[in-house]
C-alpha cells in the first residue's frame, strides 16, 4: 500500500546545439535516474553503518513490510499458502480495485515460489473536450504472474530478491493489461533497529508493477527503474506505520494504456496527464515518469489478517491518493478453525 517523502534534487539543464528537445528529454531522464540511484546508494549504506542495535529478548521481529513494499511479506506455517487479497485506490480520477488470489509452496526458509490471479474492478470519472461528464465501469480478469522469492534475515540486515512474471491475459480494452509479457525484479534491503525498520527498494521492470505505491489509472509498458526508500515504526506488535519517498525513472519509448479513457473513446480534453489524452499513448520517457511520498498504517490483529491504510502524493501528476487493503491467509484461518 501507499507511503513516502519526496526526494528532492537539483536539476541541471543540458543544452547541445543541435539537440531535439525530445532528445533533451531522454538525457534529463537519464541523469534523474543516475542522481537518485546515487543517493539511494548513500542511504543504503546508511544502514550498515548504523550502529547494531541490541535485539529485545522478548517480543517478536518486527514486520519489515509493514511499507508498501512489492516484496510482501511471508506469514505461514505450512509449506504451503494460500492468499486472498482486496486492496485498491481511490483519487479525483475514480477506483482502481481487485482481488488477487494466489497460492504458492516455501522451500525451507529462504525460498517461495507462488503463483496467482487478478480480477480488477475499475470505476472511471471523465471530462469530455465538450465538458459532459460520465462515469465508466468495467470488471476484468488481469494477467496471471507467477514469483519467485528469496529471504534472508540476519540481526544486521534483511534481503529480500523477487522476479515477477506476467502472461497478457488482462484486457488491453479497458486498460488492464497492455497485450505483453511483463517482468519486474524487485530488491529490498531492511534492518531492524528495535521499533524502527528503514528501508530501501530497487528495481527493474518492462512495466510500472502495479503493487507499487498505489493502484494506477494506466498499465505501461516499457523498460524502467523503480526506487522507494523510507521507514517504518512498530508502535506495538499489532501496528505499525511508515512513510516513504518513491520515484519511477524510465528510459526509452513507453506506452500508456489507459484505464480512465476506455478503447474507442476520444481524449478528454486534450490537456492533462498521459493517461487522460487518449486509451493508448505512445511516447518518450516521460509519460511514464512519476515520483512523490506516502505515508500509512498497517494493522495486524492475528497472523491471519492484515489491514493497510494510507495515503500517497504523486507530485509528477499531481494526484492524492487513498488506498487501502485486506490480506488473509486463508490456510492459517482453516487450520485454526480445524482445531
Known amino acids: 500500500m501507499p507511503k513516502r517523502h519526496r ?21 534529463e531522464s537519464q541523469k534523474k535516474a543516475t542522481r537518485l540511484f546515487g543517493s539511494l546508494l548513500v542511504a543504503a549504506a546508511a544502514l550498515f553503518l548504523v550502529p547494531q542495535v541490541r535485539a529485545q529478548a522478548s517480543g517478536s521481529a518486527p514486520n519489515g513490510n509493514s511499507s ?5 511479506a511471508i506469514r505461514s506455517e505450512d509449506r504451503f499458502t ?35 490471479v487478478p480480477v480488477y474492478f475499475v470505476r472511471a470519472y471523465t471530462t469530455t473536450s465538450s465538458g459532459a461528464s460520465t462515469t465508466n465501469s468495467s470488471a476484468d480478469l488481469g494477467d ?13 540486515l534483511n534481503f ?10 488482462g484486457s488491453t480494452s479497458d486498460g488492464i493489461s497492455t497485450g505483453h509479457p511483463t517482468y519486474d525484479w524487485t530488491n529490498r534491503i531492511d534492518r531492524d533497529l528495535g521499533h524502527w525498520t528503514p528501508f530501501l527498494e530497487v528495481g527493474l521492470a518492462n512495466s510500472i508493477p502495479d503493487a507499487f505505491i498505489y493502484r494506477r489509472p494506466f498499465a505501461s ?66 509519460l511514464a515518469a512519476d515520483n512523490g511520498f506516502s505515508g500509512g498504517l498497517d494493522i495486524s490483529p492475528t497472523k491471519a489478517i492484515d489491514f493497510t491504510v494510507g495515503y500517497s502524493r504523486s507530485t509528477h501528476y499531481h494526484l492524492n491518493t487513498i488506498s487501502f487493503g485486506i490480506e488473509v491467509n486463508m490456510l492459517a484461518i482453516l487450520r485454526h478453525s480445524g482445531s
Do not use: C
Not at 68 to 72: A, D, F, K, L, N
Open 160 to 169: 529480500k530478491t523477487q522476479l515477477t512474471g506476467r502472461a497478457p491475459t
Open 221 to 286: 509498458y516499457g523498460e524502467l527503474a523503480h526506487f522507494q526508500a523510507g521507514a517504518a515504526y512498530r508502535v506495538v506488535n499489532w501496528l505499525s506505520v511508515a512513510a516513504s519517498a518513491f520515484d519511477i525513472a524510465p528510459w526509452g519509448s513507453q506506452t500508456i494504456d489507459s484505464r480512465i479513457v476506455g478503447k474507442g473513446s476520444g481524449a478528454t480534453g486534450g490537456h492533462g496527464p498521459s493517461f487522460l489524452q487518449g486509451h493508448q499513448v505512445t511516447g518518450g520517457s516521460s
Open 7 to 27: 526526494i528532492y534534487m537539483q536539476n541541471t539543464k543540458l543544452s547541445l546545439p543541435g539537440m531535439s528537445s525530445s532528445m533533451r528529454g531522454e538525457v
Open 68 to 72: 508498501p513494499s512489492v516484496v510482501p
Open 82 to 116: 494460500w492468499i486472498e487479497q482486496f486492496d485498491g485506490s481511490a483519487n479525483a480520477q475514480g477506483q482502481v480495485m481487485l482481488i488477487d488470489s494466489s497460492v504458492g509452496r516455501l522451500f525451507g526458509r529462504h525460498l517461495s515460489v507462488d503463483v496467482g
Open 144 to 156: 496471471v504472474y507467477g514469483q519467485v522469492r528469496l529471504s534472508f534475515h540476519t540481526h544486521v
